[in-house]
């Protein structure tokens, strides 16, 4: 592929449809530098490109990983983010892009996956993690807090108590508590964890891309009915639930001591 990209390599498998994109500032544990996000972007634009030419739908899935032995990502480049809430890039935030992509985009985790990285694994539809690996969202330590949708994200997925003692205490948690605490799909012992994803991968390039991409589409959705809506709605649930006679019949049963006969009205 086109490696006119100095942050990332873009890899293409025409056999399964699988793209790879890797991070590439090992040395910097592959910290989001400017340069990086931008490239995250050309990269998935150069992927979904190979459908250009293609009859169908020839970019199936995408990997997302980390270059190096250490880290999928520690997060925002420290020191070179002020520039990014001020609007300085003029690229569209990787980010959103890697949320809107019309393609399952997987992030393959080995090693720290902090801050602005673990909110880069979130944007993405499955995160897949070796065990060794570790997430948390430091922000707290630098007097900031997950810019970019951490806290909604793991709020969502975990629940707001998790997320708040994440982003508030600012500590690690291993992959199989972030595993229990539904924030990543899956934990693999290293050994197995290549194959692990590479199976799990072509199994997902196999399947109806249409199908694919509108329960993407689907799933998405639910996520984005927000939390005000809800309360809202439950509020006139709860209002219609007032006027039942089973409500009535609960409150008089537990006033005189006795189990309670629900009709249904
Ligand atoms: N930014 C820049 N450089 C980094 C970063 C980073 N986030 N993380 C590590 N590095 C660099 C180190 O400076 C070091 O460089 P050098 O070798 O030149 O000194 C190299 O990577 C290796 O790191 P360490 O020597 O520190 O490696 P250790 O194994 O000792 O420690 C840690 C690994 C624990 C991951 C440690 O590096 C660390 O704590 N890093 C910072 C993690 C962090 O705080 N991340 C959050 C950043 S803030 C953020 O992500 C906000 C996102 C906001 C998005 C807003 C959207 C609008």
């Given at each position: 592929?086109?490696?006119?990209?100095?942050?990332?390599?873009?890899?293409?498998?025409?056999?399964?449809?699988?793209?790879?994109?890797?991070?590439?500032?090992?040395?910097?544990?592959?910290?989001?530098?400017?340069?990086l996000?931008?490239?995250?972007?050309?990269?998935?634009?150069?992927?979904?490109?190979?459908?250009?030419?293609?009859?169908?739908?020839a970019?199936?899935?995408?990997?997302?990983?980390?270059?190096?032995?250490?880290?999928?990502?520690?997060?925002?480049?420290?020191?070179?983010?002020?520039?990014?809430?001020?609007?300085?890039?003029?690229?569209?935030?990787?980010?959103?892009?890697?949320?809107?992509?019309?393609?399952?985009?997987?992030?393959?985790?080995?090693?720290?996956c902090?801050g602005?990285?673990?909110?880069?694994?979130?944007?993405?539809?499955?995160?897949?993690?070796?065990?060794?690996?570790?997430?948390?969202?430091?922000?707290?330590?630098?007097?900031?807090?997950?810019?970019?949708?951490?806290?909604?994200?793991?709020?969502?997925?975990?629940?707001?108590?998790?997320?708040?003692e994440?982003?508030?205490?600012?500590?690690?948690?291993?992959?199989?508590?972030?595993?229990?605490?539904?924030?990543?799909?899956?934990?693999?012992?290293?050994?197995?964890?290549?194959?692990?994803?590479?199976?799990?991968?072509?199994?997902?390039?196999?399947?109806?891309?249409?199908?694919?991409?509108?329960?993407k589409?689907?799933?998405?959705?639910?996520?984005?009915?927000?939390?005000?809506?809800?309360?809202a709605?439950?509020?006139?649930?709860?209002?219609?639930?007032?006027?039942?006679?089973?409500?009535?019949?609960?409150a008089?049963?537990?006033?005189?001591?006795?189990?309670?006969?629900?009709?249904?009205?």
């Amino acid at each position: 592929m086109d490696d006119s990209l100095d942050t990332v390599v873009v890899e293409f498998d025409s056999e399964t449809g699988v793209g790879t994109l890797t991070m590439n500032r090992p040395d910097a544990l592959n910290a989001l530098s400017g340069q990086l996000r931008d490239d995250i972007v050309a990269g998935l634009q150069q992927l979904e490109a190979e459908n250009d030419d293609a009859e169908g739908i020839a970019l199936r899935a995408v990997v997302l990983e980390g270059a190096g032995e250490k880290a999928f990502c520690a997060g925002a480049d420290i020191g070179g983010f002020s520039d990014e809430s001020a609007g300085g890039s003029s690229a569209p935030s990787h980010y959103d892009f890697v949320r809107e992509f019309p393609v399952p985009v997987v992030a393959k985790i080995d090693g720290y996956c902090l801050g602005g990285g673990l909110e880069t694994a979130l944007a993405c539809d499955f995160r897949l993690a070796s065990e060794g690996s570790t997430f948390g969202f430091p922000e707290v330590n630098l007097g900031i807090l997950p810019g970019a949708g951490g806290v909604q994200y793991v709020s969502k997925l975990a629940g707001p108590s998790v997320a708040k003692e994440l982003a508030m205490f600012g500590n690690h948690i291993s992959a199989e508590r972030a595993a229990e605490e539904g924030i990543i799909n899956h934990v693999y012992d290293e050994d197995a964890f290549d194959d692990e994803v590479k199976a799990f991968v072509t199994e997902l390039a196999g399947q109806a891309p249409l199908s694919i991409q509108a329960i993407k589409k689907s799933a998405d959705m639910a996520v984005h009915s927000g939390l005000e809506e809800g309360i809202a709605y439950d509020g006139q649930l709860f209002a219609e639930l007032l006027k039942t006679e089973d409500h009535a019949e609960g409150a008089a049963a537990f006033g005189e001591d006795r189990e309670p006969e629900f009709q249904g009205r």
